[in-house]
Nanobody
Framework: QLQLEESGGGVVQPGGSLRLSCVAT????????IGWFRQAPGKANEGIAL????????EYDDSVRGRFTISRDNDKNTVYLQMNLLKPEDTGLYSC?????????????WGPGTPVTVSS
């Protein structure tokens, strides 16, 4: 099975930046679309950024478009999420997962997530 691990979270002030990494520990990522998900306190998990297996198709949720950038390096089995101009509303647990189609739903290989706190 696909297994992923997230890293790079932390505590940051509003307007700051973080770079998250999603690394495959068992499989190569060449076949997989990868999504980044955020679960804010008291809210449901939601997809915020999606990248196709080749990297040629990218989608963002409206809440992060223009501030977050998803990218991938299949040779390193890694997908990144560069987060700029962070807001308190971005606080939550960030996780990644993969799928064989370019869709958030039905993804697998969830890592434990990496927490992000945006606060002054």
């Amino acid at each position: 099975q696909l297994q992923l691990e997230e890293s790079g979270g932390g505590v940051v002030q509003p307007g700051g930046s973080l770079r998250l990494s999603c690394v495959a520990t068992r499989f190569n990522l060449d076949w997989y679309a990868i999504g980044w998900f955020r679960q804010a306190p008291g809210k449901a998990n939601e997809g915020i950024a999606l990248i196709s297996s080749s990297g040629d198709k990218i989608e963002y949720d409206d809440s992060v478009r223009g501030r977050f950038t998803i990218s991938r390096d299949n040779d390193k089995n890694t997908v990144y999420l560069q987060m700029n101009l962070l807001k308190p509303e971005d606080t939550g647990l960030y996780s990644c997962a993969g799928g064989l189609i370019n869709d958030y739903y039905g993804m697998e290989g969830w890592g434990p997530g990496t927490p992000v706190t945006v606060s002054s």
